[in-house]
């Protein structure tokens, strides 16, 4: 990098290295620390219609997938919530009426973990009340010793292929 000219000669700087390398350190470190894990969010076990494989014979053993469906109103509204034969008045009713179906115990071999929901959502319904839905059915947020907790419910989670519609 050239300077001044002084004379005939000339006076060249060079970059100080170490300072540099020394702040990259410096900010690697602070995001290094400051980095904060949190809880997976949105980490769902969700079968989409279309990539699905072909499935075999059902298992006995295994209950069949509880269906929720959804209809959409005007402009993408939701109209309407279903819970198998059972009509519902909003999405908050979808938690309780799956908890009373899987029960409070969770964990590897309960019900909850082997218990699936089929959502079967009309095409032109408004994304925001799927994920509400998928949200009422996958867990709930509880207070627990260390902070807040998530308890998860259902976490098999599928949809119906999409119809279009008439």
Do not use: W
Not at 38 to 56: C, Q, R
Not at 69 to 90: E, Q
Not at 106 to 123: K, L, M, N, Q, R
Not at 142 to 152: A, N, R, V, Y
């Amino acid at each position: 990098m050239k300077v001044r000219h002084v004379g005939e000669r000339e006076e060249e700087t060079e970059l100080q290295m170490t300072p540099m390398i020394d702040i990259v350190f410096q900010m690697l470190i602070f995001f290094i620390m400051t980095f904060k894990i949190v809880l997976p969010e949105g980490d769902f076990n969700i079968k989409m219609p279309l990539a699905a494989p072909s499935e075999g014979l059902p298992d006995d053993t295994q209950l069949p997938p509880i269906k929720v469906t959804l209809k959409a109103g005007a402009g993408g509204g939701l109209s309407s919530i279903r819970m198998g034969t059972k009509a519902l008045d909003s999405i908050g009713q979808l938690r309780p009426e799956i908890l009373a179906i899987v029960g409070k115990d969770h964990g590897p071999g309960s019900i909850a973990s082997e218990t699936e929901v089929e959502f079967d959502c009309d095409y032109n319904l408004k994304f925001e009340y799927v994920i509400d839905a998928i949200t009422q059915v996958s867990g709930r947020v509880e207070q627990g010793p260390q902070g807040e907790q998530i308890i998860k419910m259902v976490e098999k989670i599928k949809f119906s292929p999409p119809k279009k519609p008439t």
